[in-house]
């Protein structure tokens, strides 16, 4: 499992690494009963502390997408694949709708946004 960690985004490390996961159960990657890596291994490989990976790990779990058995690991729990997508789309849909509240403060035009979130878009 290759994660991507971007250490000078404003995004915290162990949301990033949540993000990630989440990401891999609902495309299949990661599937009921996978393992992931231990928190030493896991911190080892991205260079970051295990106290970062841990609590990525107990965010999932607390989250209802991972089950930790003392002694033996981590492993992902059965999930609903389009409840996680649902659940992705309304925070996106959160942050698309503080960005248009920010335009309009800006006094920007809404065929403007349009026109910049397209161009985003395309990228």
Do not use: W
């Not at 599937?31 to 990976?53: C, F, H, M």
């Not at 729990?77 to 709708?97: F, G, I, V």
Request: hydrophobic residues 35%; aromatic residues 6%.
């Amino acid at each position: 499992m290759n994660f991507i960690i971007n250490t000078s985004s404003m995004i915290p490390i162990y949301e990033q690494i949540v993000d990630q996961i989440k990401v891999c159960i609902r495309d299949g990657k990661l599937k009921e009963n996978d393992i992931l890596p231990s928190v030493r291994t896991l911190s080892k490989e991205l260079k970051i502390s295990a106290l970062t990976v841990k609590k990525a790990y107990d965010s999932l779990e607390s989250e209802g997408f991972v089950i930790t058995v003392h002694g033996k690991g981590t492993y992902i729990a059965a999930t609903n694949k389009e409840l996680l997508l649902e659940e992705q789309k309304k925070e996106l849909e959160k942050d698309l709708d503080l960005a248009i509240q920010k335009g309009r403060r800006y006094g920007i035009h809404d065929d403007d946004i349009r026109e910049l979130f397209e161009l985003i878009l395309e990228g």
